[in-house]
């Protein structure tokens, strides 16, 4: 039995006109989230969760990690749902390193800033804490620079911005993507098919809308990707 464990941060919202990434005409609810790595050697923060879940993410941090191992932070992107809480999460705890990727600077932080590059449609292992291997992906399917990441003992892939149309239908999840209308997606769908069926994948957490699980996964997986195939240009 695998001794690395992966929780869920954060809380739900309303989705409604006044999120970005809502489809038009829907109105839900939906959790916002955040994913703790705890393993032997180490802890790893996957995001940081919203301002509006400032609390909720504290809390649950303070339940779940006991300081016994350093403390590292993540972000897949440096968008606002994946970094506004660094600031209080370092000032109640110590971190070790943000991880990060893209062009820009992440938010005020007093730790060592490791920014990583991956090419999109590549992967790169990283050792955040000793003993801890973690697999970055880089999504063809993205705005901006972007980070899955695959923790292999639990077979959890967390997909930031990618796989958040819960029970909706697939294209529910492809608001934010309006460049698909206007692009050739066979190659952006065949590589979400290949992430998932190139590795043991028992659990997709996106950052926004709910996990899926089991036999889930490649259903959901066969829907995103057909879904992105649909929308592209013939």
């Known amino acids: 039995m695998s001794a690395t464990t992966v929780h869920r941060l954060g809380g739900d919202i309303d989705l409604d006109e006044r999120v970005s990434w809502c489809p038009p005409g829907v109105r839900a609810s939906q959790p916002v989230s955040c994913y703790l790595i705890i393993g032997e050697t180490g802890a790893l923060l996957v995001d940081t ?3 509006a879940h400032e609390q909720e993410v504290l809390s649950a941090l303070r339940e779940l990690y006991d300081g016994g191992v350093p403390l590292s932070v993540l972000l897949t992107r440096t968008e606002m749902e994946c970094c506004l809480n660094l600031p ?3 000032s109640r705890f110590p971190i070790a390193a943000v991880w990060y990727t893209g062009g820009i600077t ?5 730790a060592e800033v490791r920014r990583v590059s ?7 292992w ?4 000793p003993g801890m291997r973690i697999e970055l992906i880089s999504p063809m399917m993205r705005l ?15 997909t930031s911005d990618a796989f958040t149309h819960g029970d909706g239908p697939a294209e529910n999840g492809l608001a934010k993507f309006r460049w698909f209308t206007r692009a050739e997606t066979g190659d952006i769908a065949a590589h979400v098919r290949s992430v998932v069926a190139e590795r043991r994948i028992s659990l997709i957490g996106p950052g926004y809308g709910r996990s899926f699980e089991g036999e889930e996964v490649a259903e959901q997986t066969a829907a995103l990707s057909a879904a992105i195939e ?5």
């Open 49 to 51: 969760g919203i301002r």
């Open 106 to 110: 992440v938010p005020r932080s007093h």
């Open 126 to 129: 990283i050792e955040p804490h």
């Open 118 to 124: 991956v090419e999109p449609g590549a992967s790169q």
């Open 230 to 234: 649909r929308i592209g240009l013939s």
């Open 88 to 90: 209080a999460i370092e």
């Open 144 to 158: 901006l620079p972007t980070l899955w990441v695959h923790e292999p003992e639990t077979g959890t892939l967390l």
